[in-house]
């Protein structure tokens, strides 16, 4: 079973500054796919990035950008110019893509920003 | 507005007293799923739907019972709740185009029920 991890429970940005939240996953696949899922106090959950495993190239959405290393299994959210806005807990998950609509989350990571 | 309405947003019942979490959305999806999210567990799902009639079992199924009557429909029912069921409920729901990753999955507000 595919697991994900988030090994940092909680980080803490100044606001202005740039932050990296680290996500690693375990699968045997090679055809997945990735996300980040970024949950605020109102507790909806909001897509912040994708990324398509067959893709070298990183996916960027505005301040927000990845670091995708497919043979480290590693996938790290960098959010840029940090704003009080994005004082958020932050979801990594993980989809195969191979015909399972389930998405596998890792326990999140609490982002704490301060002006 | 395409959206994903769960009801009631807010529960506290009691053990035992059965229950039914509503869910709907308006954007003709056919696949629909529930999750629940605990402190330190992050989300794991507990049934989906691939359409209607069709439904099956999650990570976490064990006293959760689903159906889907109508496409639009997805209500979770807990028959006899119990304290280990107190959480945060997400209903979701995606299109069925392509490879599944490449659906994105729009999530309801969440249900935040409290079994004492």
């Known amino acids: 079973a595919q697991t994900v991890t988030q090994s940092q429970p909680e980080m803490s940005v100044q606001e202005a500054e740039t932050v990296t939240l680290s996500c690693t996953y375990d699968?045997?696949?090679?055809?997945?796919?990735l996300f980040w899922y970024k949950q605020p106090p109102s507790r909806q959950m909001i897509l912040v990035i994708r990324q398509e495993a067959y893709k070298q190239q990183n996916a960027t959405e505005n301040r927000f950008s990845v670091n995708f290393q497919k043979a480290a299994k590693s996938f790290s959210l960098k959010i840029s110019d940090s704003q009080l806005g994005d004082a958020a807990m932050y979801f990594c998950?993980?989809?195969?893509?191979?015909?399972?609509?389930?998405?596998?989350f890792g326990k999140g990571t609490k982002l704490s920003v301060i002006p | 507005e395409a959206q994903v309405t769960q009801n009631p947003r807010y529960l506290i019942t009691v053990t035992g007293k059965k229950l039914t979490v509503t869910c709907s959305q308006n954007?003709?999806?056919?696949?629909m799923s529930w999750y629940r999210q605990d402190p330190g567990l992050g989300l794991r799902q507990i049934y989906y739907s691939m359409n209607v009639e069709v439904t099956d079992k999650g990570d976490v199924p064990e006293g959760y019972k689903v159906s889907r009557k109508e496409k639009r429909n997805f209500p979770l029912i807990l028959e006899s709740p119990s304290p280990n069921q107190t959480s945060l409920y997400f209903c979701?729901?995606?299109?069925?185009?392509?490879?599944?990753?490449?659906?994105?999955?729009?999530f309801g507000a969440g249900s935040r029920l409290t079994v004492l």
């Open positions: 979701a729901s995606s299109l069925l185009q392509g490879r599944s990753g490449a659906n994105v999955l729009t």
């Open positions: 998950a993980y989809n195969s893509g191979a015909g399972s609509y389930q998405l596998t």
């Open positions: 699968t045997s696949e090679s055809d997945y796919y």
């Open positions: 954007m003709n999806h056919e696949y």
